[in-house]
C-alpha cells in the first residue's frame, strides 16, 4: 500500500540553525500538507501545496518558515532560524481531491525537531 | 481555537465491548469530518470520514455518525481488541473544492482491557 515517507525521523539542531524536513507523498497525490504536533497539544495545520504554490498557510507559517516541491517526488519544509518553541512532531500529509467525496489526507510517519 | 473538541481525554473499554468515542465541533462550515488513529512516535492513520451529507458511515468495525444540528459526531468501535488502544483524533474540514486544513481534536486515549 503506498505511503507518505519522511526524514529524518528525528532531528536534533542548535538554536538559530536552519533545517529541511524531507517528504514523499503518495506518488499520484496532488496536494501536499505539513502539520506539527507540540508535545501534549493537538495537532496543527502548517502549510497546505498545490500546484507549485502555497494554497493556504496558518499563523503559525512564518517567514521562517517556507515549503518546495524541488523534484517530481519530494516535498520539503525548510525552517531558517529554529528557535525552541519549534520542537515538536511534523507531519506530512498527501491528499488526492476527488470531487464530490471529501479530501481525506494521509500522513507519513512524522519528524521530530528537538531545538537545544 | 477550540472549533473541534473532544471532551473525554481518555476512555477504558473491555476487549469485544463497544468503544464510543465523541467529538463537537463549532464551525457550522465544516462538512467534512475524519477520524484517524495515532500509535505513539507514528503519524495519524485515516480510519474513516462521513461527508456532511450523510449521517452513517460504516467499514468494518467503524462507524462514524453525524448529527449536524448537534454539531457532534461520534466513532463506534465493535467489537474492541485490544490492538485499537491508541489515541483517536477526530478532524474536520470545510470542502471548497481546494486543499483544505484540517482541523483536529485533542483526542481521545483508548485503552482497551482483556
Known amino acids: 500500500e503506498p505511503e507518505v515517507t519522511q526524514t529524518p525521523s528525528h532531528q536534533v539542531t542548535q538554536m538559530g540553525q536552519e533545517v529541511i524536513l524531507r517528504c514523499v507523498p503518495i506518488?499520484?497525490?496532488?496536494?501536499f500538507y505539513w502539520y506539527r504536533q507540540i508535545l501534549g497539544q493537538k495537532v496543527e495545520f502548517l502549510v497546505s501545496?498545490?500546484?507549485?504554490?502555497?494554497?493556504?498557510k496558518s499563523e503559525i507559517f512564518d517567514d521562517q518558515f517556507s515549503v518546495e516541491r524541488p523534484d517530481g517526488s519530494n516535498f520539503t519544509l525548510k525552517i531558517r532560524s529554529t528557535k525552541l518553541e519549534d520542537s515538536a512532531m511534523y507531519f506530512c500529509?498527501?491528499?488526492?481531491?476527488?470531487?464530490?467525496?471529501?479530501?481525506?489526507?494521509?500522513f507519513g510517519p512524522g519528524t521530530r525537531l528537538t531545538v537545544l | 481555537d477550540q472549533q473541534v473538541k473532544q471532551n473525554s481525554p481518555s476512555l477504558s473499554v473491555q476487549e469485544g465491548r463497544i468503544s464510543i468515542l465523541n467529538c463537537d465541533y463549532t464551525?457550522?462550515?465544516?462538512?467534512?469530518f475524519l477520524w484517524y488513529k495515532k500509535y505513539p512516535a507514528e503519524g495519524p492513520t485515516f480510519l474513516i470520514s462521513i461527508s456532511s451529507i450523510k449521517d452513517k458511515n460504516e467499514d468494518g468495525r467503524f462507524t462514524v455518525f453525524l448529527n449536524k444540528s448537534a454539531k457532534h459526531l461520534s466513532l463506534h468501535i465493535v467489537p474492541s481488541q485490544p490492538g485499537d488502544s491508541a489515541v483517536y483524533f477526530c478532524a474536520a474540514s470545510v470542502r471548497d473544492g481546494t486543499a483544505s486544513k484540517l482541523t483536529f481534536g485533542t483526542g481521545t486515549r483508548l485503552q482497551v482491557t482483556l
Open positions: 501545496f498545490y500546484n507549485n504554490e502555497i494554497s493556504e
Open positions: 506518488s499520484n497525490h496532488l496536494y
Open positions: 500529509a498527501s491528499s488526492i481531491l476527488l470531487a464530490g467525496v471529501g479530501d481525506t489526507q494521509y
Open positions: 464551525n457550522s462550515m465544516f462538512d467534512y
